[in-house]
């Protein structure tokens, strides 16, 4: 089993940048597929970006492609999601999630979820 910690969020103006990380405790964390995921108020939740155990794989939206990157540290259990040229349109709360099957932008597949970290971002 794998538990996920979020943290790194909190209130940006446009145009600013923040970094997420996602701590991981438990065995393998990098036998595990890790994406990450948010929702907004009112919203369904919808898939950002994921990476696959050995980093060499990356998917994001098309929404944030270009502003977003994903990266992990195996070595620290921790996956980042690095977010610049921030939109009002990005505010939401993110939550990373785990998956030891396949490398995949549909948040059913994943086994494991964090409490999620807010993000807003001021116009």
């Known amino acids: 089993q794998v538990q996920l910690v979020e943290s790194g969020g909190g209130l940006v103006q446009a145009g600013g940048s923040l970094r997420l990380s996602c701590a991981a405790s438990?065995?393998?964390?990098?036998?595990?597929?890790m994406g990450w995921f948010r929702q907004a108020p009112g919203k369904e939740r919808e898939f950002v970006a994921a990476?696959?155990?050995?980093?060499?794989?990356?998917y994001y939206a098309d929404s944030v492609k270009g502003r977003f990157t994903i990266s992990r540290d195996n070595a620290k259990n921790t996956v980042y999601l690095q977010m610049n040229s921030l939109k009002p349109e990005d505010t939401a709360v993110y939550y990373c999630?785990?998956?030891?099957?396949?490398?995949?932008?549909?948040?059913?597949?994943?086994?494991?979820w964090g409490q999620g970290t807010q993000v807003t971002v001021s116009s």
């Open positions: 999630a785990a998956d030891r099957f396949r490398l995949t932008t549909r948040g059913s597949q994943y086994e494991y």
């Open positions: 438990g065995r393998a964390f990098s036998s595990y597929d």
């Open positions: 990476i696959s155990t050995s980093g060499a794989n990356r």
